[in-house]
């Protein structure tokens, strides 16, 4: 082998190094020995895979969902905390016992249900043509700039537009503003700390919940079949009754689950838009935290009955709407 050659040998391999320094971080790294053995390691069948991709959902859902609710669980079955410097843990049923002992405690309960499944229902039937027009008659460029619009009270949070519902219903407010101007009334309509306003607030801060996925269900029906339908002398009503309504079922399903279960756990906006006689149950239990120091395990007990009673209750709403989805694919 001549100099020559190997004077070119050298700087081809000069000329590559210098081509691998300049290339990008990732592009070295993507390259890098021990990196190409760990990803080999960790991607090495479908099962590692999956653990991956489940790893960081699962430390998610059992450290911020089920850690707290576990913790509410086991100080509900304590009979007293915080625990004092030297005192035993006990464990009693006496927490729960005392929501059916007492009759004071089932009325804000049962008005909350009462309050969320009425609300729920009102809440489709308001948000259901407007998910409808958008999803079926604004025009597909256009429908990303309404829902925009739609969105922007949600930008803010629950405390201030709850206070927005206040000055609205206000004695003051722009609707008796508007009935005193037309001559309708000569009084303000006492709306403010009623069940109409604590029920006004809720349907204003839960109609984004029903909305969207009642969107996102009218959305995807071909419209093929309502043409079809009209076609062979279906009218109106009959092709929303046999064919809009059953294919949006999923959508309600989704938009009722999700405002009732937010309803049932809804704290500020009834406080600041009720009354003595709109208690709700959240109000309850906060009484028992906030108020009583001593009375955690109580108001944690009060706090697992509801979410038991809402959990029941969505999953009887759930087989109803799988039974209805079911009937109608037959």
Known sequence: ??????????????????????RPFWGRLVNW??????????????????VLLALIPLIWIVTQHLGPMLQMLQVSLLDAYPIAPGQENHYTLA???RFFQESVFMMPFLRTITYSAVLTLVTLIITYPVA??????VKRENQLALLLLLLIPFWTGEIVRTYAI???????????????????????????????????????????????????????????LSEAGADLGAGAWTRFRRITLPLSLEGIGSGATLVFLISTGYYGTPVLLGGPNTTVFAETIAGFFH????????GAAFAVIMFFAALVLTGIFAR?????????SK
């Open 291 to 298: 108020v009583a120091g001593d009375q955690w395990p109580t």
């Open 320 to 328: 109803l709407i799988a039974a209805l989805r079911k009937g109608d």
């Open 132 to 137: 409808y027009y958008l999803a079926r008659y």
């Open 166 to 224: 206040m000055i609205l219903l206000g004695n003051n407010g722009a609707i008796n503003l508007a009935l005193k101007t037309l001559g309708l009334i000569d009084r303000p309509i006492p709306f403010m700390y009623t069940g109409f306003s604590v029920s006004v607030g809720l349907i204003y801060l839960t109609a984004l919940y029903m909305l969207l996925p009642l969107y996102s269900a009218l959305e995807k029906l071909p419209r093929n």
């Open 33 to 50: 020995g021990p990196y190409q053995a760990l990803v080999s390691l960790l991607f090495a069948s479908p099962r590692r895979q999956f």
């Open 1 to 22: 082998m001549t100099n020559n050659a190997v004077d070119a040998g050298a700087r081809r391999s000069a000329a590559a190094g210098d081509a691998a320094d300049r």
């Open 95 to 97: 927490n729960y016992a």
